[in-house]
């Protein structure tokens, strides 16, 4: 089991942008795929994005593709999201995720969540 | 896309009772299939992965069958800490989808 812990969520302006960081506790990190899954206030579950462990490649809801962008830092066992041009409905709280393919190929371990809120 | 759709959106059920969540995809997915409990202000839990096999910890009151594009989660008999929103996740290919949920309350 990884523990993970979101960060870098906070209230920005439409338009604005904003960068996200999870770090993981776990000295293999780099055997993890990892995902970003949202969920606007009161809505239903919405995955955004996954990279593997390489780095490469990476994948993008098409709400989310040419405006956001996922990497991670392997030597710091940390994933980003770079979140560019929000809109308001981008509002959510947004977990990270991650898939240990030695057990099975979905998210088995979530981080607690960090609240990105767009609003002028 | 593959579309993931749970029924009923809300289910009304009693200690003891024996419930069951259906999830439906538009496409086949084999055994690619994820359950989670969530409950409010909380990250989402898995349940179930890889359509039947139940995560460590998890109680033996909760299974799970099908594959293809027909599941069923059963929930044996309802205890007072299951009452939360369940949601099935295909992760058979990307865009990985969610069903939009099913909301477990007291009768």
């Known amino acids: 089991e990884v523990q993970l812990l979101e960060s870098g969520g906070g209230l920005v302006q439409p338009g604005g942008s904003l960068r996200l960081s999870c770090a993981a506790s776990?000295?293999?990190?780099?055997?993890?795929?990892m995902s970003w899954v949202r969920q606007a206030p009161g809505k239903g579950l919405e995955w955004v994005s996954s990279i593997r462990g390489s780095r490469d490649p990476t994948y993008y809801a098409d709400s989310v593709k040419g405006r956001f962008t996922i990497s991670r830092d392997n030597s710091k066992n940390t994933l980003y999201l770079q979140m560019n041009s929000l809109r308001a409905e981008d509002t959510a709280v947004y977990y990270c995720?991650?898939?240990?393919?030695?057990?099975?190929?979905?998210?088995?371990?979530w981080g607690q969540g960090t609240l990105v809120s767009v609003s002028s | 896309d593959i579309q993931m759709t749970q029924s009923p959106s809300t289910l009304s059920a009693s200690i003891g009772d024996r419930v069951t969540v259906t999830c439906r995809a538009s496409?086949?997915?084999?055994?690619?299939l994820a359950w989670f409990q969530q409950k409010p202000g909380k990250a989402p839990k898995v349940l179930i992965f890889d359509a039947s096999n139940l995560e460590s910890g998890v109680p033996s009151r909760f299974s799970a069958s099908g594959s293809g594009t027909e599941f069923t989660l059963t929930i044996s008999s309802l205890q007072p800490d299951d009452f939360a929103t369940y949601y099935c996740?295909?992760?058979?290919?990307?865009?990985?989808?969610f069903g939009q949920g099913t909301k477990v309350e007291m009768k």
């Open positions: 776990t000295f293999n990190f780099r055997t993890y795929a």
């Open positions: 995720a991650a898939t240990n393919y030695d057990f099975w190929s979905g998210p088995g371990d």
């Open positions: 496409q086949s997915i084999n055994s690619w």
């Open positions: 996740q295909q992760y058979h290919s990307y865009p990985w989808t």
